[in-house]
C-alpha cells in the first residue's frame, strides 16, 4: 500500500524522461557559435574596435552559446516595459533584426541592426524601420500591418495610462498614419513613400539625431 | 531588473528609431553621458589582493556599492585604484556575481561573516542562485536560532531580578526557574516527590492484596485499605491545588497561562478528585467516576515541568506535525483499502472472524505495524495474498516519515545542549566584562590621583602618566570635561558608600523635618570637603529666619519621599559613575543652607549643599532659597 500511496504522489513530479531526452540533444548540437573576425566585422558595420569589444563582451556574457533565441529575446525586452505586453513588438522586433530568418540571432546580425540604427544614414535607418513594419516582406505596408504594429506598440503601454486609453486608439493612430505616409492613397505604402513622406517631417528628421548616442 | 539587463539597454534604445514614424509629439532629449565611453579597465584592490574588471562589468548592477558612485569613496588618487579594507577571499566571489550575474554562496564560510560583506557592498542576499539558495537558507535559519536562542537564554534566567520587582515577579521566577533559589528548588523536589508517590499509588491501588479475613476473593489494594489511599489522594491534591493557585496568581498573564498546555495538564490531574468528593455515591454515576479516575494517570504529564528531555520530545513531535499527519493518512488510507480487500476476499469462508469492515480494521493494523497477534488469520488463498501485501507495504509506509521525525529530534536536543552549555559559559564571561568595566573606572580615578588632570609640561609629567596610550589620554579627557559639565566627579563605590553613611546618619536624627532629607539627596561626591563645609556651616545655620523655612517646604513637595531604603539599594549597587544619592530624577535642588531652627540643635551634621563650588555663597540671605539649581541626575 504504502508504495501505491509512494507512486501516487510521486508521479506528479516526476518529468517527463522522453522531453528531456530530446533536450539534451537539442543542447548537444547547438554549438557554440563564433562570430567572424574582428577585421571583418569592423569592415561591415560603423563600428569601432574597442565598441565591437565591448558589444561583444556584453553579447557573450549574456548568451554564452553565441546566438539568441526569440524566448530570451522577448523575457529581455520584456524586462524594459514591464507595465505593460511588450511580447508582440518583441517578435516584431526580432523578426526585424533576425536577418537570415533562422529563428535566431547571431552577433553578426544584432551588430549589423544596431550599426545601421546608431551609425547609419537615415536613409539607411529608414530602410531598416520600413523592414520593421512589412511584417510579410512583400514591400508593401498594408494597413492590417501597421495595424498590428501599433497596437503592440500601445500594448507595451499597459492598461495604466494618462489619459485613459478609451475607443480604438491605435486604429486611429494609423488612419492618421497612412493619411501623412500614402501619398496615391492606394491602402499600401511602399518604401519610397515612406521614405519621401518621412523626409518631409522635419520634426521627425531632429529626432533621428537623438539616438545616435546611445553607445 | 535581472541580470545583465543592462547589457541590452542600448540595444532597446537604439530599436526606438522604429517608432520614430508613428511618433506623434517630438522626442525627448537622451540623457548626456558625460563620462568617457571607452569601456576601462578597473583595478579593485582588496587588502592586498588586486582585482581587475572592466567598468562595465561594475555598471551593470548601479545599485550596489561597486557599481554606484558610492566606490568613489574608497578611490585612491596616488595608486588610481579603489582600496577596500575587507576581505579578499568573500570579494572573490561578490565580484562572480557582477560577472556572471549569480551569487554563489560559498560552502566554508562563516554565515555572518558573508553576510556582512553583502550588507557591505550593497548585495541583496535574495539573488542567491538555485544553487547555492537551499544551503544558504539553512545555514542561516540555522544560525537565527542560535542567537534567538542566545538571547532568550540571556534575558530569561540568570538575569539578576530587577530591584523593585514584587513578591509576584519573584514567586513566578521561582517558579519557572527553579535554580535560583533554595526556597524554590526545595518546592521544586518537593512536588516532583508528590507527583511520584501520586503516580505510583494509582499503580499500587490496583494490585491485587491478600483478601479480609474471612473472605476468599483477592481484592485489590485499593478497596483493603482504602482509607489510606485516600488520605495519600487528597494530600497530592492539596498540595498540587496549592501548587497551581500560586502559579495562578504569579503568572504575569493570566490568560495566557491558563491557556497553555502545562497549566491544562494541572487542572486536568486536579479535577477527577473535585469532582469525585462532590458526586453522590450513586450507582448510575459511579461508572462515569470511575473514567474519571483514569485522568488521574495525566498526572504523570505533570512530569514534564521536571524533565528538559520530555519537553524537548513534545516540542519534536509538534514540529513534527505535518509528516505525523502524512504518516496517519496514508496509514488511514492503506488500512481501509486493505480491510476492504480482506474482507471480501474472506467472505466466503465459514467461522471466519472478517465479520465486518471494521473488524477487518484490526486486522490491517496489526499486520501493518507487524504485530501479528494470529487472532485473526485469512483463510483462502487470496486472502494470504493480499495479507502479505499488506505487512509488505505496512513496512514501507511505517518507515518513510520516521527519520525526518528522528532528525528533528536530533536537532532539537542538541541544541538544548548547546543552550545550557551557553549558560554556564555566560556566567563566566559576564564576571569577565564587569572586571574589565570595573578596571576601566579604576583606570580613570588612578589618573586623576596621579595628577593626570592638571596641566603638565611634558617634562613634569610623571612617568607613569607618559606611559599611557593616546587613546587613554583623550578618553580620560573626554571623562574630565563631563566632570566639568556637571561640576560632578567620578568617585569609586567606597568613598561613595562611605558618603552616603555619613550623610544618612545625620538624616536620621532629624526625620521631623523634610529639609534635612531633601538635602541629604543633594549629594557631594567628595564626602570629606563635605564634612568639612558642612561643619563650617554648623555655624552659620542658625541665623535662618522662619520664613525660608516655609518656602523650603513648599519646595519640598516636588521632592517625592527620599526614603531610607532608596539609600540602601544605592550602596548595594556597584555602579562607580554615580554622584547622587538618590535615584531620582531631580529638576531642583536647595542649595541654600538654612535650616529650621527648631531641631538643628541636636544635629551633628546639619543640611550641607551639595554643589562644592557654591558653597562659599553660602552665607547669603534667604533670598538663595529660591534660587534652584538644576543638578544632572546622572
Known amino acids: 500500500m504504502g508504495a501505491v500511496v509512494g507512486t501516487l504522489t510521486m508521479q506528479t513530479k516526476q518529468r517527463q524522461p522522453s522531453r528531456d531526452k530530446v533536450d539534451d540533444e537539442l543542447e548537444m548540437t547547438m554549438v557554440c557559435h563564433r562570430p567572424e573576425g574582428l577585421e571583418q566585422l569592423e569592415a561591415q558595420t560603423n563600428f569601432s574596435k574597442q565598441e565591437l569589444q565591448v558589444l561583444y563582451r556584453g553579447f557573450k556574457n549574456e548568451c554564452p552559446s553565441g546566438v539568441v533565441n526569440e524566448e530570451t529575446f522577448k523575457h529581455i525586452y520584456a524586462q524594459f516595459f514591464p507595465h505593460g505586453d511588450a511580447s508582440t513588438y518583441a517578435h516584431y522586433l526580432f523578426r526585424a533584426f533576425d536577418t537570415t530568418n533562422n529563428g535566431s540571432i547571431k552577433f553578426e546580425e544584432f551588430v549589423m541592426g544596431l550599426s545601421t540604427l546608431l551609425r547609419g544614414s537615415v536613409r539607411d535607418k529608414l530602410e531598416w524601420t520600413f523592414h520593421l513594419y512589412d511584417i510579410n516582406r512583400d514591400g508593401f505596408i498594408s494597413k492590417e500591418e501597421m495595424t498590428e504594429i501599433v497596437r503592440a506598440i500601445y500594448d507595451m503601454m499597459g492598461k495604466y495610462t494618462y489619459p485613459a486609453l478609451k475607443g480604438d486608439v491605435p486604429k486611429q493612430h494609423v488612419d492618421a498614419f497612412f493619411h501623412k505616409m500614402d501619398k496615391n492613397k492606394d491602402g499600401v505604402v511602399t518604401l519610397e513613400e515612406f521614405i519621401l513622406a518621412c523626409q518631409e517631417d522635419e520634426m521627425m528628421m531632429r529626432s533621428m539625431q537623438l539616438f545616435e548616442n546611445v553607445m | ?634
Open chain 2, 1 to 634: 531588473m535581472a541580470a545583465g539587463v543592462a547589457t541590452w539597454l542600448p540595444f532597446a534604445r537604439a530599436a526606438a528609431v522604429g517608432w520614430l514614424p508613428l511618433a506623434k509629439k517630438t522626442m525627448p532629449k537622451p540623457p548626456v553621458d558625460k563620462k568617457s565611453r571607452n569601456d576601462e579597465i578597473l583595478i579593485v584592490n582588496v587588502s592586498g589582493l588586486r582585482f581587475q574588471t572592466w567598468k562595465n562589468t561594475l555598471d551593470r548592477y548601479p545599485d550596489t556599492l561597486l557599481g554606484s558612485s558610492e566606490k568613489e569613496f574608497f578611490y585612491n588618487e596616488e595608486t588610481q585604484e579603489y582600496f577596500f579594507d575587507r576581505d579578499p577571499e568573500m570579494f572573490r566571489h561578490i565580484l562572480n556575481f557582477y560577472r556572471t550575474g549569480k551569487l554563489h554562496y560559498p560552502r566554508q564560510e562563516c554565515i555572518q561573516a558573508f553576510d556582512e560583506e553583502l550588507a557591505f557592498y550593497g548585495i541583496v542576499p535574495d539573488i542567491i542562485g538555485d544553487c547555492c539558495m537551499e544551503e544558504y537558507r539553512d545555514r542561516k535559519k540555522e544560525n537565527q536560532e542560535r542567537l534567538a536562542e542566545d538571547t532568550e537564554a540571556e534575558m530569561a534566567t540568570d538575569t539578576p531580578l530587577p530591584p523593585n520587582s514584587t513578591p509576584r515577579e519573584r514567586l513566578w521566577r521561582a517558579f519557572e526557574n527553579p535554580h535560583t533559589s533554595t526556597m524554590a528548588l526545595v518546592f521544586y523536589y518537593v512536588t516532583g516527590f508528590f507527583i511520584a508517590v501520586s503516580v505510583i499509588a494509582n499503580v499500587v491501588e490496583t494490585v491485587p492484596c491478600q483478601p479480609l479475613k474471612g473472605s476468599k476473593k483477592n481484592l485489590p489494594c485499593g478497596e483493603k485499605y482504602q482509607v489510606a489511599f485516600f488520605c495519600m489522594d487528597t494530600a497530592c491534591v492539596l498540595i498540587f491545588t496549592f501548587e497551581y493557585l500560586m502559579r495562578l496568581f504569579a503568572a504575569p498573564s493570566r490568560c495566557k497561562f491558563m491557556r497553555s498546555v502545562m497549566s491544562v495538564i494541572d487542572v486536568v490531574a486536579i479535577m477527577p478528585y473535585y469532582i469525585g468528593l462532590v458526586m453522590p455515591e450513586n450507582e448510575d454515576v459511579s461508572g462515569a467516576f470511575v473514567t474519571l479516575r483514569v485522568f488521574r494517570v495525566f498526572r504523570i504529564f505533570k512530569f514534564s515541568r521536571h524533565s528538559q528531555g520530555l519537553r524537548i520530545l513534545g516540542y519534536t513531535l509538534k514540529s513534527c506535525a505535518s509528516e505525523l499527519g502524512f504518516l496517519l493518512f496514508s496509514l488511514t488510507m492503506a488500512i481501509i483499502i486493505f480491510a476492504t480487500v480482506m474482507f471480501y476476499a474472506e467472505k466466503g469462508t465459514k467461522g471466519t472472524n472478517f465479520t465486518s469492515i471494521p473488524a477487518s480494521f484490526w486486522y490491517t493494523i496489526v499486520t501493518m505495524t507487524t504485530l501479528g497477534y494470529g487472532d485473526m488469520v485469512p483463510n483462502t488463498i487470496a486472502g494470504k495474498i493480499f495479507g502479505s501485501i499488506c505487512s509488505l507495504s505496512g513496512v514501507l509506509v511505517i518507515a518513510l516519515p520516521v527519520p525526518v521525525i528522528v532528525s528533528n529530534f536530533s536537532r532539537i536536543y542538541h541544541q538544548n545542549q548547546r543552550a545550557d552549555k551557553m549558560r554556564a559559559q555566560q556566567k563566566v564571561r559576564l564576571a569577565r566584562i564587569r572586571l574589565a568595566k570595573k578596571g576601566t573606572t579604576n583606570a580613570f580615578l588612578q589618573y586623576k590621583e596621579e595628577g593626570g588632570l592638571q596641566d603638565h609640561d611634558s617634562d613634569s609629567a610623571a612617568l607613569c602618566l607618559k606611559n599611557r596610550s593616546s587613546f587613554e589620554h583623550q578618553h580620560h579627557h573626554l571623562l574630565h570635561c563631563l566632570e566639568k559639565t556637571t561640576n560632578h566627579e567620578f568617585t569609586d563605590e567606597l568613598t561613595y558608600s562611605e558618603m552616603c553613611m555619613t550623610e544618612s546618619v545625620g538624616y536620621r536624627t532629624s526625620r521631623s523635618t523634610s529639609i534635612s532629607s531633601q538635602q541629604a539627596v543633594s549629594s557631594s561626591c567628595c564626602p570629606r570637603r563635605a564634612k568639612r563645609r558642612a561643619i563650617r556651616l554648623a555655624n552659620s545655620t542658625v541665623s535662618v529666619s522662619r520664613g525660608s523655612v516655609q518656602e523650603l517646604d513648599t519646595l519640598q513637595i516636588q521632592k517625592s519621599t527620599a526614603g531610607p531604603q532608596s539609600r540602601s539599594s544605592l550602596n548595594a549597587r556597584t555602579e562607580d559613575l554615580k554622584l547622587n544619592c538618590d535615584q531620582r530624577d531631580y529638576t531642583a535642588a536647595i542649595i541654600s543652607i538654612p535650616t529650621p531652627p527648631a531641631n538643628t540643635p541636636d544635629e551633628s551634621l546639619p543640611p550641607s549643599p551639595a554643589v562644592p563650588g557654591i558653597l562659599r555663597n553660602s552665607r547669603s540671605t534667604a533670598s538663595f532659597t529660591h534660587e534652584t539649581f538644576k543638578v544632572s541626575s546622572l
